[in-house]
């Protein structure tokens, strides 16, 4: 299928219940053109620098997610055009963006991260560290939380991605009501169906779109 074949697949079985977030790391920008020919608006890079060059040379009513893992030292690159900030895994990284945002008189949206997987190679907060971290939300006013975000384990067992995803839908519901959050950022290529299923409001989609990623890019 082309890009505008797999994007219109997927918004029929997505529907209106989620964003649809176009993960576009190592893809070059003639392929992102292509999503964004098909009516694609929304798109989520991992890397900062990647990002920000993107930004300077596609259209300027797209909306860009930072989804990976977050160096504080290089925020400043995307702080002026960030729409979403989806990994917040650490009190260091709502400082930086709070001090990057407060430069620039904005407020950065983000969702925090948190552990759900069965891997030590994921990031965020463990479901403790998140009941502390909420309660020091206000020493951020450049910085608005919008919800939370997760990655569950990297498996063919269905029952344990539900779990996972379950979990990260109740610690949403836990913290979400009183706070006004609105996005539950989890569910990408392989399982972004079992995501929708338990309350995904943001899906983040590449392989599906783009094919397989290219790391040597």
Not at 121 to 144: C, H, I, M, S
Request: aromatic share 8%; proline share 2%.
């Amino acid at each position: 299928m082309t890009i505008a074949e797999s994007l219109e697949d997927l918004r029929t079985k997505i529907g209106p219940k989620a964003t649809l977030i176009a993960v576009s790391k190592t893809k070059p920008v003639e392929l992102l053109m292509e999503a964004y020919d098909a009516d694609q608006r929304h798109f989520g890079e991992n890397k900062i620098q990647e990002m920000a060059q993107k930004y300077e040379v596609m259209p300027k009513d797209i909306h860009w997610h930072m989804i990976g893992h977050i160096q504080t030292n290089k925020i400043k690159y995307m702080a002026s055009f960030v729409h979403l900030v989806h990994g917040v895994d650490r009190s260091k990284v709502l400082a930086a963006l709070n001090k990057e945002a407060a430069k620039l008189g904005r407020i950065i949206d983000c969702t925090l991260q948190v552990h759900i997987a069965q891997e030590d190679t994921k990031f965020g907060f463990d479901l403790d560290e998140l009941a502390e971290v909420v309660q020091t939300l206000g020493q951020y006013p450049n910085v608005r939380v919008r919800g939370l975000m997760g990655m569950a384990t990297f498996t063919d067992d269905h029952t344990q991605i539900r779990e996972e995803f379950t979990a990260l839908h109740n610690a949403f519901e836990t913290y979400g009501p009183d706070r006004g959050w609105e996005v539950l950022s989890m569910g990408m290529s392989g399982d972004y169906e079992i995501a929708l299923a338990c309350g995904a409001t943001h899906l983040r989609i590449g392989s599906s779109i783009f094919g397989a990623r290219n790391y040597s890019a």
